[in-house]
């Protein structure tokens, strides 16, 4: 396990160490579907009324920028029922090598260990009695990766550190940071929080 940059943060490795597991948590190339797992799991859907989840209160993604205030996005959070104060989770995280097609930088999911231990069974009830918590709370977790990459890209359209990164042209179209957020199951508490840009233009 390592911190790749994210202070006080243990990420995962993608592949779950001792475990041969049909879909690996930390694959994020993959997307949990909505459901329990009671009445079978319901795959995510963009189409916005008819794909929403059945057994969940709250799912879907947000797209916002980098400016939100801290108190404005915890809030969120809680709108969301986002487990933000839990400590009981593992982290991975995923560097894209071409931004440019994936449409993102750097994305973190974050994984309770009771989705580890009942959605993807990467972890059994010995493990899920000692799980090791983390030393941020998973909302800390979440705003620290949005610092990290503000620091790493900047905040203003123009930054030459994200200058032409995704697609812009330096003149008509700029890019400045922004965020992805996905709740991908309410249920086994999985979310997902992704770096991208918007192009801001004349």
């Not at 940059?5 to 994020?28: N, R």
């Not at 859907?45 to 929403?52: F, K």
């Not at 993807?120 to 949005?146: C, P, R, V």
């Amino acid at each position: 396990m390592t911190k790749q940059g994210l202070d006080k943060l243990t990420i995962s490795q993608p592949i779950w160490p001792g475990k041969e597991l049909q879909v690996q948590p930390g694959d994020l190339s993959k997307f949990a579907p909505y459901g329990n797992g009671v009445y079978g799991y319901q795959r995510s859907s963009l189409e916005p009324i008819r794909g929403d989840p059945p057994q969940e209160e709250t799912a879907g993604l947000i797209y916002f920028g980098n400016r939100v205030k801290r108190e404005d996005f915890d809030g969120f959070l809680r709108m969301m029922n986002v487990r933000a104060g839990n400590k009981d989770y593992a982290a991975f995280v995923q560097e894209s090598a071409n931004p440019l097609e994936d449409r993102y930088f750097k994305q973190m999911r974050l994984m309770s260990k009771f989705g580890l231990r009942f959605m993807f069974g990467a972890i059994g009830n010995g493990e899920y009695d000692s799980f090791k918590e983390q030393d941020l709370t998973l909302g800390e977790a979440l705003w620290s990766f949005m610092d990290a990459e503000k620091e790493r890209f900047g905040t203003s359209f123009g930054d030459p550190r994200i200058e032409g990164k995704m697609g812009g042209d330096g003149d008509y179209a700029r890019e400045e940071l922004s965020f992805g957020f996905m709740l991908e199951n309410e249920y086994h508490h999985i979310y997902r929080i992704w770096s991208r840009a918007w192009l801001v233009t004349k």
